[in-house]
Nanobody
Framework: QVQLVESGGGLVQAGGSLRLSCAAS????????MGWSRQAPGKEREWVAT???????NYADSVKGRFTISRDNGKKTMYLQMNSLKPEDTAVYYC????????WGQGTQVTVSS
């Protein structure tokens, strides 16, 4: 099992930036895929981005060109750099790791004011 802890959320004005971090521990050698999802109030959780290798990444259309997913294997940490934030990006952001099972972090709140 993998334990994940997100950090870096907060309140930012529209057009601003935030960087989320996701620190992993446990059986990280079993991880094949890591990524981010988000859940806005009253909405279902939606996928945001995935990283498989340092050069193989995928993004939801709603964040493409604004968000960048990356990871530092030495620090066992994944990041989500979020630029040009919009009020519709307001949500709780969750990181996940997929290996034998899919494990989730507890979430970090991102609020973008207009």
């Amino acid at each position: 099992q993998v334990q994940l802890v997100e950090s870096g959320g907060g309140l930012v004005q529209a057009g601003g930036s935030l960087r989320l971090s996701c620190a992993a521990s446990g059986t990280i050698f079993e991880i094949n895929v890591m990524g981010w999802s988000r859940q806005a109030p009253g909405k279902e959780r939606e996928w945001v981005a995935t990283i498989i290798t340092d050069t193989k990444t995928n993004y939801a259309d709603s964040v493409k060109g604004r968000f960048t997913i990356s990871r530092d294997n030495g620090k066992k940490t994944m990041y989500l750099q979020m630029n040009s934030l919009k009020p519709e990006d307001t949500a709780v952001y969750y990181c996940y790791a997929r290996g034998r099972t899919t494990d989730w972090g507890q979430g970090t709140q991102v609020t973008v004011s207009s």
